[in-house]
Every structure is written in structure tokens, then in C-alpha cells.
């Protein structure tokens, strides 16, 4: 397909899409003289998608909107994940898509290191015994107590911008780090021991904590299955700051119920909200936050700050984007 010319800043229109973001309160502050939209349902993104040159979306994103967005030259994800986008169809249509990958590894990498504290320390515990206004009295079990994280080992699962921060703030906790990554001679010194993405289940063992910090694409969709959780210890934790499916559910959820594993900790599930009826809700020794791992008070003016840099080399005519998918 022929590129089509991108528009010019006088009459380019950006359509801002999220059910809670405030991007075009954030936007507006910056002063731009740019025009811009925001809707906050897949209706109204339906209705004004033939409006916008430019649309700032993750969840909202549909691909049969695709047909209506006569206008459509460039598409900013909010999130660091694209699986939602058809990339071939973009691509076919002339619409680039850039991902906001490195918006939120710090607040992805803390939200990890929260939850392997919480697992470790028997936080929800100590919350759930709050509110009945029970005193816990001191355990003799040593199987049955807070655990220190020095001296155990992490297994961080996808060691790209979020997994080597995390593996940062674990080595100070003194835990051991070991990782998989695809190549495993690029930044093998953020862990102690790195590994190539085929010996994840020779290195499963040896963990305490296993920590997801992976994309979602074909190669790692269900990487967690029934084998994996098996190789597992029956002392070590889950914790999932990827994407649901990673995880094969049902197979968690039979690994739980058996206590094959110790516990998990998700901030993702495979379907979002996580269904009510879902065995997940009732386990004592899982820990769930609602896909808010990403979160922060900054995440707006981060997304921003990438937006901006890619329209202005889309004005420069260059054709490489940051954090360019398409």
C-alpha cells in the first residue's frame, strides 16, 4: 500500500481511548495547540474512530474497528503489551503502531517485589486476621511461618526492561537470581545465572520464587502448564506480572488444589475481570491484584512522553519509532 502523507500539526487529531486513563487531562496541560478527544467506552471509540489521525489505546482496541478508521496513520498503545493488534492488517493499511514498552517497569518490577514479599511474609494473613480482630499467637510449625527472602532463589521468567529491574531489587534483597532469556549472552549481567528460553524447565527446580515478567506471544502462551508446575518445589510461589496466558489456568488451579505448589500471586488472569465463580477467589494462599501492577501516579505522562517523540519523528519523516511494532 502506498504511505499516504502524515498529517500536519493543524490538522492532525488524536483520539484518546481508556476507561480511566486522564490522558486528555494530562495531555491538555502540556499545552501542544494539538487537537485532541478522549472517550471512555467501546461504543464512543467506535463512534469517533473515523475522526482520529492518531488514537492512544490499549484495552478499548478492537480490530474491526480497523474498517471505520478512514483516518487512522498511527496507533500508541498505553500498555508495553500489543498482542491485542493485528499486526498484518495495520500493516496492509498503512497504520504504524508503537508500544509503550519501558512505561511502567518500575512500577511493574515493585509491584512483583510486593507480592513476593506479601507471599513471603503471610501479609493477607495478617490483613484477613485485622479485620476479624484476631491476635495471632506465635506458630511452632517452621513450616508454617514468615520466611526470609536472603539466601532463597528467584527465577525470573523473560529477563527484558521489567525482569532485569526486578532482578535488580531482588540481589539487594540477597536472594540468588537466575533467568531465562531468548539470548542469554545480552544483559546476563542483571542475574546471577542466565539461561536460553528452552532450559526453563531444567532450572524450575531450583527455584523458591518464580516470577513472570515475560510477553505474551505464541512461543510463551501457557508456558506455565501442568509439567511446569510440576517441576516446581512445593515450597515455591508463583508470582505472574506478565499476562494471564502465560499461566495455563486450569492446570494452576489443579496445582493449588493439590498443593503441588506453596502459592501464586496474580496480577493477570487469562480472562480480566476474573470471573466470580472462578476457583481462584478462595484460595488462602493466592494473592490477587486486578492487572494494576502497572499503575502509578506518572503513568499518564509516560505514555505521553512517548506519544510525543513518535509524532515528531512521524513529522521528521523518519521511519523508525520508539518502541516501533509496525
Not at 105 to 132: F, G, T, Y
Not at 228 to 255: C, F, Q, T, W
Request: charged share 25%.
Amino acid at each position: 500500500m502506498t504511505a499516504r502523507p502524515f498529517p500536519d500539526r493543524s490538522s492532525l487529531t488524536i483520539c484518546f481511548a481508556h476507561v480511566a486513563y486522564r490522558l486528555g487531562e494530562r495531555f491538555a496541560v502540556r499545552n501542544t495547540g494539538l487537537r485532541a478527544l478522549e472517550v471512555r467506552s467501546l461504543d464512543d471509540f467506535s463512534a469517533r474512530i473515523p475522526e482520529a489521525d492518531v488514537v492512544v489505546v490499549s484495552g478499548l482496541w478492537r480490530n474491526d474497528l480497523i474498517a471505520r478508521a478512514t483516518k487512522l496513520r498511527f496507533i500508541q498503545s498505553i500498555g508495553a503489551g500489543v498482542d491485542q493488534f493485528d499486526r498484518d492488517t495495520l500493516s496492509a493499511r498503512g497504520i504504524r503502531l508503537a508500544s509503550a514498552q519501558g512505561v511502567n517497569e518500575r512500577a511493574v518490577s515493585q509491584h512483583a517485589m510486593a507480592l513476593m514479599l506479601a507471599l513471603m511474609r503471610h501479609i493477607p494473613a495478617a490483613r484477613d486476621n485485622q479485620q476479624r480482630r484476631h491476635w495471632r499467637g506465635m506458630i511452632s510449625d517452621l513450616t508454617q511461618r514468615e520466611d526470609e527472602l536472603g539466601g532463597k532463589t528467584l527465577l525470573i521468567v523473560g529477563l527484558g526492561r521489567i525482569g532485569s529491574r526486578l532482578a535488580t531489587l531482588a540481589r539487594a534483597f540477597g536472594l540468588r537470581v537466575i533467568a531465562t532469556k531468548r539470548d542469554p549472552s545480552k544483559g546476563a549481567d542483571a542475574a546471577d545465572a542466565v539461561v536460553s528460553d528452552a532450559h526453563l524447565r531444567e532450572v524450575l527446580p531450583q527455584a523458591d520464587v518464580v516470577a513472570l515478567t515475560c510477553p505474551l506471544t505464541p512461543q510463551t502462551e501457557k508456558l506455565i502448564d501442568a509439567a511446569a508446575l510440576a517441576a516446581m518445589k512445593p515450597s515455591a510461589y508463583l508470582i505472574n506480572v506478565a499476562r494471564g496466558r502465560v499461566v495455563d489456568e486450569p492446570a494452576l488451579i489443579a496445582a493449588l488444589e493439590a498443593k503441588r505448589i506453596a502459592g501464586a500471586a496474580l496480577d493477570c488472569t487469562v480472562e480480566e475481570p476474573l470471573p466470580e465463580a472462578s476457583p481462584l477467589w478462595g484460595f488462602d494462599n493466592v494473592l490477587i491484584s486486578p492487572h494494576t501492577a502497572g499503575e502509578t501516579r506518572r503513568y499518564e505522562d509516560n505514555v505521553l512522553d512517548i506519544l510525543l517523540e513518535n509524532l515528531e519523528r512521524l513529522w521528521r519523516g523518519e521511519t523508525e519509532l520508539k518502541n516501533q511494532i509496525v
